[in-house]
């Protein structure tokens, strides 16, 4: 009884078994027959036979039976990634990266003026051999805009030429004193310059600096005769910031690059060529100021971050290291090139990757050592006002010149007897007298307006013949 009980049982759940088999398989059949075959990326799976399922991903599978069901596997393509690093033409500022200090800023707020001022009377006097002919002389001028690190409080000038006047071209791109003599004997001029300035400090915290004007920021993310902005800068970019896409990191990671594949080269005259896209080319990075800082702007410029060279002098000693200031009363050699980029919310970030190098070289310091560290992280971000800053202009055309500079930092002198500049010893001696008296200084509107502020620094540039002494009466004037 109890054998024909299972064998009953068996048959009765063979036949339901088999019924709901039919019918599963008849629905399978019915959505494969209505489904439509995709282009290319369907795969149907191999096995055909009945009890015998097919070579299905895991997408196919389930925890039941798989006989006799068809799987497909969809394969995706994967979405091309977007490129981190941007191009002069597609520039961070116009598309910025979601999630990174360039979008989602913060209301626009008045930036706090610094309240540490300090004030140098700088005199350039220029005495110049007789000559025949017409003698035209360009002389550079401290920056004419207010800003929250240097303020130009007066020019006054005085001397023989027939014609003198100063040429001015807007956004701080130039600002110079043109003169001019013929027939004249003797030909001399002065002009004394009253400049405050306060250190300049980036804080991360602070986004809130309203946006630059949109040509002065497309101004900086072009090329210039020596600074590309494309080819090999724009390859040297994407290997440096490969994934990172915050600006303020990009040019951190640009900054970094430069101070370890660069070297300064105390030999070459002035603050160097500036040459980028020679260095570019040959593979060979540095020399002096203008040719590290510029090549750090390039780079920056090339992955769609204005940037520019801001070119200067010299007028106090460092508290950082000696050889970053004035080491004497001589600034003949006291030209220097800073750099600065832009990120929405910041605004100009002052950067010197080049002083870095120079400190490498002049106080022999190893990669390891602890000063070379903090140096590297206080320069990005930080300019020690120890120095003036003249303009930010590339291709400059001096007027009653012809052709175009690369940039106008050093005095240019034409006569008959050909064209000189400050890097030629005997054309433009240059002499710096007096070690400048150290005071701190509140600039406020009283203080503004008088020729020689409280409490100003003295820095008397002296130009003139070769060999000739500079007379204590005029040292006196100075102070």
Avoid at 312 to 323: E, H, Q
Avoid at 391 to 404: A, E, I
Avoid at 458 to 471: D, K, T, V, Y
């Amino acid at each position: 009884m109890k054998r024909r009980n299972f064998l009953a049982s068996l048959a009765a759940f063979s036949l339901f078994g088999s019924e709901a088999w039919a019918a599963k398989k008849q629905k399978t059949s019915a959505s494969k027959a209505s489904s439509k075959p995709s282009s290319g990326k369907a795969k149907a799976s191999k096995g055909g036979k009945p009890g015998k399922p097919g070579k299905a991903g895991k997408a196919g599978k389930s925890k039941g039976s798989n006989r006799g069901r068809v799987a497909h596997e969809v394969v995706q393509e994967p979405r091309p990634r977007a490129p981190v690093a941007h191009t002069a033409d597609d520039p961070v500022t116009e598309t910025p990266p979601q999630g990174t200090s360039a979008s989602r800023l913060p209301p626009v707020k008045a930036a706090e003026p610094p309240s540490e001022w300090r004030a140098y009377e700088i005199t350039t006097t220029v005495a110049l051999k007789p000559s025949k002919g017409l003698i035209k002389l360009w002389l550079p001028l401290p920056l004419n805009q207010d800003t929250l690190f240097q303020r130009t409080l007066s020019h006054t000038w005085s001397g023989n030429p027939d014609n003198a006047s100063m040429r001015r071209l807007p956004d701080g791109n130039l600002e110079i004193l043109h003169a001019e003599w013929l027939g004249v004997n003797e030909p001399t001029l002065q002009i004394k310059t009253t400049v405050t300035t306060a250190d300049r400090h980036f804080d991360v915290t602070k986004r809130t600096v309203a946006p630059e004007r949109e040509d002065i920021l497309r101004r900086n993310l072009q090329a210039s005769q020596l600074v590309p902005n494309d080819g090999l800068a724009h390859q040297v970019g994407e290997r440096i910031v490969g994934r990172i896409k915050d600006p303020v990191a990009q040019a951190k990671a640009v900054y970094d690059w430069v101070i370890d594949n660069t070297i300064y080269d105390p030999n070459l005259p002035g603050c160097g060529t500036g040459d980028v896209r020679k260095q570019l080319i040959q593979g060979q990075y540095g020399g002096r100021s203008a040719d590290i800082n510029g090549l750090f702007v390039a780079i920056c410029r090339a992955i769609g971050i204005p940037a520019r060279c801001v070119y200067g002098l010299r007028v106090g000693p460092s508290r950082l290291f000696r050889n970053l200031g004035l080491t004497s009363d001589d600034a003949s050699r006291g030209q220097h090139v800073r750099a600065e980029f832009y990120v929405p919310g910041y605004s100009w970030i002052p950067v010197d990757p080049s002083d870095v190098r120079r400190a490498i070289s002049l106080e022999v310091l190893s990669d390891r050592d602890s000063k070379l560290q903090a140096l590297r992280k206080v320069l990005f971000g930080v300019w020690e006002m120890n120095w003036i800053a003249f303009n930010v202009g590339s291709d400059v055309t001096l007027p009653g010149k012809s052709g175009t500079l690369p940039f106008m930092l050093l005095p240019q002198l034409d006569t008959l007897e050909g064209r000189r500049n400050g890097t030629d010893p005997e054309g433009f001696p240059l002499q710096y007298q007096g070690a400048p008296r150290r005071r701190g200084l509140s600039l406020n509107s009283a203080n503004r307006r008088s020729h020689h502020p409280p409490g100003f620094q003295s820095a008397c540039i002296h130009q003139g013949r070769p060999g000739e002494r500079f007379l204590s009466g005029r040292y006196a004037a100075c102070r």
